[in-house]
């Protein structure tokens, strides 16, 4: 195998993690807010789950599912950073990803409060262009989203799988007009009309970059999100009752799938 770090105490620079510290773990799970990682951790690993790093964007803390180590990690915001947490992670060890996140949903079907899966994304970001042609398809790793899938199934859950739409900007790329200026680009304009009549289900803003990345970097991905706007009624995010709703389910959700990737 090609050495990717010096040693194993090598600290990465912006995750701030080394081998050593991930103590073999080889299975990740990054929501994107680094403040949901601990409450995420202790409802996946345990009450006692210190912090193993807190470095810009990414806190990070390590938990243990049927004996086996498992990483809890922030990506921050965005494709950029997401990229970076991969390509320092894949140095680490890490080689199967679950992205833990939230979402707008553009299809009146589907509820706040909802958990989404995505099969796909659609590539309005500009990270994943760094690392692939625009051609290239953003897909999630089969295997580990239709682990995801069968667990919501046989959990009840109220989860959708589709594809979703990954924009760099928060406002204009998801056709927002309750921005600073109001202003939404020509480009840009009636594009969450196209999205909706081709299907896809949801706006975020990691799930392009996340999937061509790590298929670039050959680890396998797969995105789980939690509904906390629904466009097709307001632009906003809803109060808090609909992530904890989503959350609860996608702990579930994850739980179940890191319990049949660590038997
Ligand atoms: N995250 C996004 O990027 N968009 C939303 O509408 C909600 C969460």
Redesign the pocket.
Known sequence: MKNYVKSDSEVMYHVGLSREMLQGAHIAVLPGDPGRVLPLAKELGGKDVPVLAVHREYTSALIEVNGQKVLVCSTGMGGPSTAICLEELARLGIDEVIRFG???TIQEHVDLGDVLIAKAAVRLDGTSRHYAPIEFPAVADFDLTYLLADNAKKLGADYHLGIAVS?DT?WPG?ERYDSFTGYVPRSLKGTMKEWQQLGAVN???ETSALFVVSQALGIQSCAILGV??K?TDSES?APSSAYDKAFAGMVQITRGALGDLTK
């Open positions: 939230t979402t707008g924009s928060f998801q706006y975020e803003m906390v706007a466009r995010i």
